[in-house]
């Protein structure tokens, strides 16, 4: 692979060293599973990547040097029968079968290391049919290209809509379902975010210097992300979600978190009664960017872009409400959503973002990525979503019946992560195996939405 000079290199954003170094190292996984079987897959895929993906960012055709301690990406040569990857599995088997050949694929991409001098990402076709596809592709990217709203807006840049490619895909209105309070009297505002940021820096140095206690969640094992991982599913619909959501008057991301929250308490205590009091702290991703819908990639990378290409990403530490403190279960989604809403209200994000440039100027990229290592291990689970379209996408005229991500890499053995679609919304766990039981987590996870459907049911109309 011939590379050219040193001149005019593009620095490599602070979270992008931050998530590659030899402390922790990120990827983004997209698996989209097609209707029907991937035919001629390799050359189809070859001049989709050839005219369609590397056009969309110079980066997918850069690999990172360091020079005097710094990281840049610098353009090179692509060959792209060096990414594209078609496994063997054995032939005639029952989609049961590569259920877990594909599941076992998985756990090996997320814990491989990209090959040294080439561009960081990967396409695999599995080409098998699971109990949920006639066939798979799964995208693996570097999280030190970008965050997943510039890695979506990437790959959804290279589908097209399945009904007609000549309209644009669309995404689910982002407008929240009540109008904003009058809370924005000056100095309440100042005095609460101040009394918030203090108590949120408190509480996260505490939980960087703390490590969560051992659970049937979080076990003790050391380089989790190096371990083999069980990987599962769950799709709810979109429009009983947005119904709760109404009925509760939050944010959809409160109804998903606090599902989430209490399914795992319900877990918990299922496994070990007296795990049910233990303190757990979840790491919620949440997007620095004034969202709006998936902007073109021409404009996400132009100078002083609104929604600009890269990491614009930080973590909020939430404590995992326990069943003991709460009385029912739609407790679950009015306490998420009050401490979500604290902390958003806080500057506490943006004093971590701070000490991170201050660790990484006097001291190096490594010394940061240490502190966020040990903040990620030293939690409970992390959660993070995104936002796909409305309309059925395809890929090289094969349509796209579902499709969900993952985060390889983090030193914890238990991630969520949230997309919508369809008018669906998937959810996948990526747990470390032999520690959670992914078959009891799932029932706990359909009990915990029954009870707050329930639950909501009975209050039709719930003030904030």
């Not at 060096?82 to 050949?101: A, K, T």
């Not at 505002?189 to 408190?202: E, G, Q, Y």
């Not at 806080?346 to 966020?372: C, D, M, P, Q, W």
Request: charged fraction near 20%; aromatic fraction near 10%.
């Amino acid at each position: 692979m011939e590379v050219g000079n040193l001149e005019g290199l593009e620095p490599v954003s602070p979270n992008g060293q931050y998530f590659s170094s030899d402390v922790i190292t990120l990827s983004v996984l997209a698996v989209l599973e097609f209707e029907i079987p991937i035919i001629d897959a390799e050359s189809q895929t070859m001049s989709l990547l050839k005219n369609v993906f590397l056009p969309i960012s110079p980066r997918f055709s850069s690999i990172m040097v360091e020079n005097d301690g710094k990281k840049e990406w610098k353009r090179v040569e692509v060959k792209l029968e060096d990414h594209v990857n078609i496994p063997i599995f054995p032939s005639n088997l029952s989609p049961e079968s590569y259920d877990q050949y594909l599941e076992d694929y998985l756990s090996k991409l997320s814990t491989e290391r990209y090959p040294q001098g080439k561009p960081l990402w990967e396409v695999h076709i599995i080409k098998y049919p699971t109990s949920n596809a006639a066939g798979n592709v799964i995208f693996k990217f570097h999280h030190a290209l970008g965050d997943g709203y510039s890695l979506m807006g990437a790959l959804i840049s290279t589908l097209q809509r399945a009904d007609n490619p000549s309209l644009p895909l669309t995404f689910p209105s982002r407008q929240r379902s009540e109008l904003k309070k009058r809370e924005n009297f000056f100095v309440t505002k100042i005095f609460s975010s101040a009394c918030n940021t203090i108590s949120d820096i408190w509480w996260g140095i505490s939980k960087t210097l703390k490590e969560d206690e051992l659970t049937p969640i979080k076990s003790s094992n050391d380089a989790i992300e190096f371990r083999p991982s069980t990987i599962a599913t769950m799709t709810f619909s979109l429009g009983q979600l947005k119904s709760i959501k109404n009925k509760l008057g939050v944010t959809l991301n409160d109804v998903l978190t606090g599902m989430i929250f209490f399914g795992t308490r319900l877990y918990m205590q299922e496994i070990d009664q007296s795990s049910s009091t233990a303190d757990c702290t979840a790491m919620v991703l949440l997007n620095t960017r004034i969202m709006g819908d998936y902007m073109p990639i021409e404009e996400m990378i132009k100078p002083n872009s609104k929604m600009p290409w890269g990491n614009r990403f930080t973590f909020l530490q939430v404590p995992i409400p326990k069943l003991t403190e709460l009385s029912n279960a739609d407790d679950f989604i009015r306490n998420t959503h009050k401490m979500i809403k604290k902390k958003r209200n806080s500057l506490a994000v943006y004093f971590t973002s701070r000490l991170l440039e201050i660790v990484n100027k006097f001291g190096s990229h490594e010394a940061s990525s240490r502190y966020i290592h040990r903040t990620l291990k030293n939690s409970s689970m992390v959660i993070s979503n995104m936002i796909g379209p409305v309309e059925q996408m395809s890929l090289a005229n094969h349509p796209i019946k579902g499709f969900y991500f993952l985060v390889p890499g983090l030193p914890q053995g238990f991630d969520i992560t949230i997309v919508s679609y369809m008018g669906k919304v998937r959810l996948a766990f990526k747990m470390e195996k032999g520690i959670i039981d992914p078959h009891k987590l799932k029932s706990c996870m359909e009990n915990a939405f029954d009870m707050i459907v329930k639950d909501s049911n009975k209050n039709p109309k719930l003030n904030n």
